[in-house]
């Protein structure tokens, strides 16, 4: 059975610590850990995390925005908010960063696997917060009121990588062929590609490279020089 990645990303290395020895007796989850005075978009693009557990409190990092950078460059990575109380001011700017859940630091260990779990399936238990917190439903409609949302023709810019292997699809590799040029699993491959094609609202490998070269991102004349392998920091 394959485990669920989790990822926690707290400056206290107590705190990561104690979220690791509370989910250590989920055997269905894989947990790893990040200080965020680390370059955090870097690791999360070399580990891929299903789940990011991102606590709200960061000093050297503004948590928030940290989040929506996450959500936005890595839409297979569910964030989970961490925060010491949040209140609806907090849980207002949470959502609209588009995470999946927003939790108390002194949530349980069964609860925290629970929403873990829920967030890997495709759930958004923070939109159960609003049925609890009449202020921030009523913000979010008084802001969006009126506002008409469309997705068409919006793309998250991708990242290094992600251009890196949409290159490599444009000349025609596999999934395997590429997993074999640059030394990673298959699994990454397809999880490169997976947020690719949602990045770009792609119906397919063909799609998304279309669209690419559509829109610069991609070259005919210099798809088949190699892009550096280290992460351009978003």
Request: aromatic share 4%; hydrophobic share 40%; charged share 25%.
């Amino acid at each position: 059975m394959d485990k669920i990645k989790v990822m926690v990303i707290d400056e206290q290395a107590l705190f990561r610590a104690g979220v690791r020895q509370t989910l250590s007796d989920q055997p269905d989850l894989e947990i790893l850990e990040c200080d965020p005075a680390q370059n955090t978009l870097e690791l999360i693009e070399a580990n891929l995390p299903d789940v990011a557990l991102l606590g709200s409190d960061l000093a050297n990092h503004n948590g928030i925005e940290l989040g929506r950078k996450i959500a936005q460059h890595f839409p297979n990575t569910k964030v989970i908010m961490l925060s010491p109380d949040p209140n609806d001011e907090e849980l207002f700017e949470v959502i609209k960063t588009a995470a999946t859940a927003c939790l108390s630091k002194r949530a349980t260990g069964d609860e925290l696997a629970s929403t873990i779990r829920r967030a890997y399936s495709g759930e958004y238990p923070i939109n159960e917060s609003l049925m609890t917190r009449p202020r921030v439903a009523k913000h979010i409609l008084n802001q969006f009121r009126g506002f008409t949302r469309t997705l068409e023709g919006v793309a998250a810019p991708l990242t290094r990588r992600e251009t890196q292997i949409l290159t490599y699809i444009a000349e025609g590799n596999s999934n395997k062929e590429i997993a074999h040029i640059l030394e990673i699993s298959e699994q990454t491959i397809k999880n490169h590609v997976s947020a690719i094609l949602r990045k770009l609202n792609a119906n397919d490998r063909a799609h998304a490279v279309a669209l690419a070269l559509r829109s610069g991102w991609i070259s005919p004349e210099e798809k088949r020089r190699r892009v550096p392998e280290d992460f351009d920091e978003i």
